[in-house]
């Protein structure tokens, strides 16, 4: 249930970032849903104060006390909210919530590829790299490189996007290998996540947030939802998943991400696509479902 409620949280997020923008700059959108999110876990660590056992049987601290651990979630904060969510605001302003939403759907690709190669904390065989090659083709058949003979503001949205979701496979392997294993709560793991991604914003505030804004219910009710909602509560759901399926598994949330965005796109933005973006995005999810052991390749049969 909760790998579901986050799947249709975070695939609504590419609408509300859509909206959002009607009267907000794309800094603000990023600024506002981290430090909203960041808040609301806040309240609910504050609340719940989860705290997990020794072992000895007395409960642990609140807030983990360790220095390199707050090393740990500064880089996740980076690599989680900062950069990606600053990566998907901007590019929404050249690229349609649907094509975001899309593009959302290759994190399992990156997340295969930084788990293998770069964290080592998962191996794929050779079907399972027919499929990461596989994604990367579906990407570059949504691209379509034959429409652009210099980068354009939709070409630029779209690898910003490949940017934000190759920071989203990184954060998957780095929690795995370096934080999913310590004995943090749940709901203090999601708010020290975003709390601390809450504090650099923040810090960027004069570059991010101090410009003119054009407020109406529609535009603050999507930022309540990005931030209280896609930011803040769906984090909880997320490390649950993480901690129960591992970092690639947990990554299929970018399944229902995709069919959520291109519906809400479709049905209340009028959205559209060109022939070729639900051919790649076919293709992605075919190589997620080889990278992820969901589809075999025929094996060749040997014998007389």
């Known amino acids: 249930m909760q790998f579901i409620a986050m ?3 975070w695939g609504s997020s590419f609408l509300f970032m859509k909206v959002a923008l ?14 909203l999110g960041g808040l609301a876990l806040g309240i609910i660590v504050l609340i719940m104060r989860p705290r997990v056992a020794r072992p000895d049987g007395t409960p642990g601290p609140l807030l983990p006390r360790e220095g390199i651990v707050w090393v740990h979630f500064l880089v996740v904060s980076l690599t989680t909210c900062v950069i ?9 302003q050249y690229v349609s ?3 975001a939403s899309i593009y959302n759907a290759t994190t399992p690709i990156m997340t295969a590829l930084m788990a293998t190669l770069v964290f080592r904390v998962e191996k794929l065989g050779l079907g399972k790299w027919a499929g990461v090659a596989v994604g990367i083709l579906g990407v ?3 691209i379509g490189p034959w429409q652009y003979s210099a980068l354009t503001g939709s070409l630029a949205g779209q690898l910003a996007c490949l940017v934000a979701t190759l920071c989203y496979g990184f954060t998957f392997g780095y929690q795995r290998k ?13 708010f020290l996540s975003i709390g601390v991604s809450a504090l650099v914003m923040l810090a960027l ?3 991010l947030a101090l410009e003119p804004v054009d407020l109406d219910w529609t535009v603050v009710a999507s930022l309540l939802a990005l931030g209280i909602l896609g930011t803040g509560l769906a984090y909880i759901w997320n490390i649950n998943v993480l901690r129960a399926w591992g970092p690639t598994a947990t990554s299929t949330v970018t399944y229902v991400t995709p069919l959520v965005g291109v519906a809400l796109g479709f049905i209340l933005l009028g959205e559209r696509f060109s022939w070729h973006e639900p051919i790649g995005a076919l293709l992605v999810l075919l190589g997620i479902l080889l990278a992820q052991g969901r589809l075999r390749m025929p094996r060749r049969r040997t014998g007389a």
């Not at 009607?22 to 430090?35: C, D, I, K, L």
């Not at 990606?84 to 929404?92: D, I, S, V």
């Open 205 to 207: 505030t004069p570059w």
């Open 84 to 92: 990606p969510y600053l990566c998907f605001a901007w590019a929404e």
């Open 22 to 35: 009607e009267g907000v700059s794309f800094g603000q959108v990023a600024w506002s849903r981290t430090v």
């Open 178 to 190: 370096f934080l999913s294993q310590r004995p943090i709560a749940p709901a203090t793991f999601a």
């Open 140 to 142: 570059i058949v949504v």
């Open 7 to 9: 799947g249709l949280v």
């Open 97 to 99: 919530s649907s094509l």
